[in-house]
């Protein structure tokens, strides 16, 4: 997200779904938070609607991961203090 415009029209999108309870909108690392009883599926095509990208944070605090360093978790790209997601 590059400007107010664009993080009031994705929170606006998201925040009009049924379920929705809370959305944090995260510009710096284009990220959107949505708390609430929402199908995931859902909150994507709202977002998708928008004409913005829209893809699943992939990342988890690496406490929450059994081997934060293994081969598949660890990636350079993720935020300090994040790992992916891997079984």
Same mark, same amino acid.
């Given at each position: 997200? #590059? #400007?107010?415009?664009? =993080? /009031?029209?994705?929170? *606006?999108? %998201?925040?009009? !779904?049924?379920?929705?309870? !809370? ?7 284009? /990220?959107? &938070?949505?708390?609430?009883? +929402? ?7 709202? +977002? !998708? =609607? &928008?004409?913005?990208? @829209?893809?699943?944070?992939? $990342? ?5 991961? *059994? $081997?934060? $360093? @293994? @081969? /598949? @978790? $660890? ?7 994040? %790992?992916?997601?891997?079984?």
């Amino acid at each position: 997200m #590059c #400007c107010d415009g664009c =993080e /009031r029209r994705v929170k *606006s999108s %998201v925040s009009g !779904l049924k379920g929705v309870k !809370l959305v944090e909108v995260n510009r710096k690392q284009s /990220r959107v &938070t949505v708390k609430g009883q +929402v199908e995931p599926k859902n909150i994507l095509e709202g +977002v !998708l =609607e &928008t004409g913005k990208k @829209a893809e699943f944070w992939p $990342y988890v605090p690496y406490n929450f991961v *059994s $081997y934060p $360093y @293994a @081969a /598949r @978790a $660890y990636d350079k790209k993720a935020p300090s203090g994040y %790992v992916k997601n891997v079984p």
